[in-house]
């Protein structure tokens, strides 16, 4: 059910805000001074409304960003000033969490508790974790034996160079934490940034970016360009200004990205979409498996790159585990992410909604059975009930396609050869699940698996220190722990001869 509550909102002065974009430290309009709007997706109305950057913005946003990159404080600043200024924008996230995390579920529709206890304090964490790496950055010394010149000797060593002007391009689904996930490194590493938003979700980048001026971050440093994928952030993707594109989002528009990127062989990291599998065994202890192969796939509606979305279960307790997160997925509060008793908002967006029904509607069509949920909930905003499939497999679109959508399909299985195989057949390598009380079986699974991370008897546990990203069509690169900050870094070989 929907229900509705009169919020007094932490977040109402920064909303009440003319919003304009961060240019070489000024807050600006677009040049050609035109807006987009902002929703709220529990009601289905405007809230706001923010600059549509474009082409024009862009190559100003990138110049600022190379001034300050080239020749300013930034670049001279010790490492150890720099790690101060990226804890400090950690300590002040914490300090505006309520504040952020309202922000947050308006813009995003996401339960406020959930923004509070996840996304806030999980951005503030990875502004603390990068800035120790700060004063950690180094390259190594080599003895080297070169036989063609013998008797020669050499000092050999490597240093790590920031890669330059990052341009960052955030999904809508977890706004301020991967907008978190992409400045961090870039400002522990000392790049410069261009940062665009999704057009659905731009509020919280906006300010976070006030916050990050507040912690002393020097002007030009971190940019923010808001508007639409197809004008700013494509014109992004492609500017000969910038070193490195660091995109989260879809499969489809990660291709689009490395085309831009090709033209002069930029850097490129990419996470894109999942279909991951959450394998349940007969001898998983049930009472744990159960809520967590549920909130595998119900956790931000379902908007998780990472979602287990296709559930396998062996048939000894497939009636079970089946009745057991339908059961799950009935008592799901859904609301406006306002309301402190809202477990699972809308979605984020009317296309979204579309987007999601169309699947289930394909889903229908196609003979696959609804355990429970599959419609939209309620007249206004965007939301979709939680939904268990069954009977779906390869051919069906819900099986087939990442849905972004708290979409679960149940498909059964027999042995661990036949669940790693259709584990993998998939166009995606984003994540797994594998829920069981034998840790040989999972072991052994395990380097089976196609993926990026794999979370055993538990899901969606994640960490600044821990990598994360894809194989196969999920992505390229990784974010956060050590592996990210080679990401932003290149590496020169020195060798001098003595
Ligand atoms: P997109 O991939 O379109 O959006 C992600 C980001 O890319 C947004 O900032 C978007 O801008 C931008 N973008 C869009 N087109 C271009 C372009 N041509 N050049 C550069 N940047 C661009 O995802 P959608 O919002 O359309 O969502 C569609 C599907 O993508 C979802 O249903 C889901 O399957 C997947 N997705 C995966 C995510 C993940 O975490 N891996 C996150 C979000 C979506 P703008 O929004 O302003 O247009």
């Known amino acids: 059910?929907?229900?509705?509550?009169?919020?007094?909102?932490?977040?109402?002065?920064?909303?009440?805000?003319?919003?304009?974009?961060?240019?070489?430290?000024?807050?600006?309009?677009?040049?050609?001074?035109?807006?987009?709007?902002?929703?709220?997706?529990?009601?289905?109305?405007?809230?706001?409304?923010?600059?549509?950057?474009?082409?024009?913005?862009?190559?100003?946003?990138?110049?600022?960003?190379?001034?300050?990159?080239?020749?300013?404080?930034?670049?001279?600043?010790?490492?150890?000033?720099?790690?101060?200024?990226?804890?400090?924008?950690?300590?002040?996230?914490?300090?505006?969490?309520?504040?952020?995390?309202?922000?947050?579920?308006?813009?995003?529709?996401?339960?406020?508790?959930?923004?509070?206890?996840?996304?806030?304090?999980?951005?503030?964490?990875?502004?603390?974790?990068?800035?120790?790496?700060?004063?950690?950055?180094?390259?190594?010394?080599?003895?080297?034996?070169?036989?063609?010149?013998?008797?020669?000797?050499?000092?050999?060593?490597?240093?790590?160079?920031?890669?330059?002007?990052?341009?960052?391009?955030?999904?809508?689904?977890?706004?301020?934490?991967?907008?978190?996930?992409?400045?961090?490194?870039?400002?522990?590493?000392?790049?410069?940034?261009?940062?665009?938003?999704?057009?659905?979700?731009?509020?919280?980048?906006?300010?976070?970016?006030?916050?990050?001026?507040?912690?002393?971050?020097?002007?030009?440093?971190?940019?923010?360009?808001?508007?639409?994928?197809?004008?700013?952030?494509?014109?992004l993707a492609g500017h000969p200004g910038v070193d490195k594109v660091a995109f989260t989002g879809s499969t489809e528009v990660g291709k689009l990205i490395v085309k831009a990127a090709a033209n002069d062989l930029k850097r490129v990291t990419i996470e894109l979409g999942g279909k991951s599998p959450n394998v349940v065994f007969a001898d998983a202890d049930l009472e744990t498996a159960i809520p967590g192969a549920a909130n595998a796939i119900f956790f931000n509606h379902g908007q998780c790159c990472a979602a287990g979305s296709r559930l396998y279960i062996e048939q000894k307790v497939y009636d079970q585990v089946l009745v057991g997160v339908s059961d799950y997925a009935d008592k799901i509060m859904v609301g406006r992410g306002l309301d402190p008793d809202t477990e699972m908002g809308p979605l984020v967006s009317a296309e979204q909604l579309e987007r999601v029904t169309g699947f289930l509607e394909a889903g229908d069509r196609e003979g696959v059975r609804t355990v429970t949920g599959g419609t939209q909930v309620g007249e206004h905003g965007y939301f979709v009930a939680p939904t268990v499939l069954d009977g779906a497999g390869p051919g069906n679109s819900v099986f087939d396609e990442e849905i972004f959508g708290p979409v679960v399909t149940a498909i059964p299985f027999s042995d661990t050869a036949e669940v790693a195989a259709a584990a993998n057949e998939t166009i995606y390598g984003l994540a797994a699940g594998i829920w069981t009380t034998d840790l040989t079986k999972a072991h052994r699974l395990i380097p089976q698996l196609h993926a990026g991370t794999v979370w055993v008897n538990t899901y969606n546990i994640f960490d600044a220190a821990l990598p994360f990203g894809g194989y196969k069509q999920s992505g390229w690169g990784r974010e956060m722990g050590e592996e990210v900050i080679h990401e932003y870094t290149e590496t020169k070989s020195v060798c001098i001869g003595l």
């Not at 990226?86 to 969490?97: K, M, N, S, T």
């Not at 999704?198 to 971190?222: F, H, K």
Request: a negative charge; glycine letters at 8%.
């Open 1 to 235: 059910m929907v229900t509705t509550v009169e919020a007094v909102s932490h977040a109402t002065r920064f909303l009440k805000q003319p919003k304009r974009m961060l240019v070489d430290g000024a807050w600006v309009d677009a040049c050609h001074g035109r807006t987009l709007e902002v929703y709220d997706p529990a009601l289905g109305e405007v809230i706001d409304h923010v600059p549509a950057g474009d082409a024009e913005d862009v190559d100003l946003a990138v110049a600022a960003a190379r001034r300050a990159f080239a020749d300013s404080e930034w670049s001279r600043m010790t490492a150890s000033d720099r790690g101060r200024i990226i804890w400090r924008v950690g300590d002040l996230i914490l300090e505006h969490a309520d504040e952020l995390a309202e922000i947050e579920s308006m813009d995003n529709g996401k339960p406020v508790s959930v923004a509070r206890a996840a996304d806030v304090p999980l951005a503030a964490d990875l502004f603390h974790y990068m800035a120790g790496f700060a004063t950690k950055i180094h390259g190594q010394t080599f003895p080297i034996s070169v036989p063609y010149a013998p008797g020669a000797q050499f000092h050999a060593y490597t240093l790590k160079e920031p890669v330059g002007v990052v341009g960052q391009i955030v999904p809508w689904n977890f706004p301020l934490l991967m907008a978190a996930w992409k400045l961090g490194p870039a400002l522990a590493t000392g790049c410069t940034v261009v940062l665009k938003p999704a057009e659905q979700t731009p509020l919280s980048a906006l300010r976070l970016a006030e916050l990050m001026l507040d912690a002393g971050l020097p002007n030009g440093v971190v940019n923010v360009i808001t508007g639409f994928g197809e004008t700013a952030g494509a014109a």
